[in-house]
């Protein structure tokens, strides 16, 4: 069935994607392939053939739990719409049945331990980057895009640390390098290359080690600004714990009929 599609657009859930302009970058030919929660990214029905990917979670797809099905499928006109892939990346997530999506066409895919040879230890791969690994593998005829792709944090979406968002965004960029597959927008150019183009009589490891002592030195700047921060914010901090802390004896509800209720 993917092999039939001349692009697989894989679409981040990230501010940085423009719907609309990517829609019409793409041919009828194309597969958009979107990410759980879509209505964070879509706010009208997307006209264009469309997969949605949904994750397994210990209690099963989010979407399911949350009876959030009929919210994000809405978005999928069905002429256009190949179902939905329900998967999973580690044991202690769960798929659900295809009766879970209401009548929605449903595979499954288990890739439990498809990236444990390489991936960091005690981190769990994105949804995103596994896809785009196992879709490469399958040596399809189409191109693979990542569009939206960039672990930025943003007011409306979190870089949840389950995730090694650094070591995905370079193996991504070193893919993209391979010609694996292509990121949206020239995000796999590497500026440094031109730098060391510009100094040609200097080593490249010369340039990486000049490069590295930059970021440590701007990292060391900003954990001190962080600790000061930190400082600024214990009381807030110290506060806001204790007032967790007392939250459950302020919801605790009588149930009804029970001794003393007026």
Known sequence: MLAGFSHIV??????????????TQFPQTALFVFFNKVYKVLDRPFH???LLISRGQ????????????????????????????NIRLGPEEKLNPATDFQGAPTGHLDLVGFCSDFYTEGKTP????????????LKLPGKIVLAGFSARRSQKWRVVSAHD???????????????????HGGVSLNPYIKLAERFSEIPSAEISLAAA???????GNTDAEVDKLISLTNVIRSTDLFLRRLRPKFLKRKPKGSPGEQ
């Open 48 to 50: 264009g053939h469309s």
């Open 213 to 219: 002592e930059v970021l440590s030195e701007r990292l």
């Open 165 to 183: 968002w650094s070591f995905e965004q370079t193996f991504l960029r070193l893919f993209a390098r391979l010609g694996k597959i292509t990121i």
């Open 126 to 137: 994105t949804s995103g980057f596994a896809l785009a690994l196992w879709l490469s593998d």
């Open 58 to 85: 210990p209690r099963g797809a989010n979407i399911v739990y949350r009876g959030e099905v009929g919210e994000v499928v809405k978005f999928f006109p069905k002429d256009e719409f190949v179902g939905i892939l």
């Open 10 to 23: 894989l679409v981040a859930n990230s501010d940085t994607v423009d719907i609309a302009g990517l829609r």
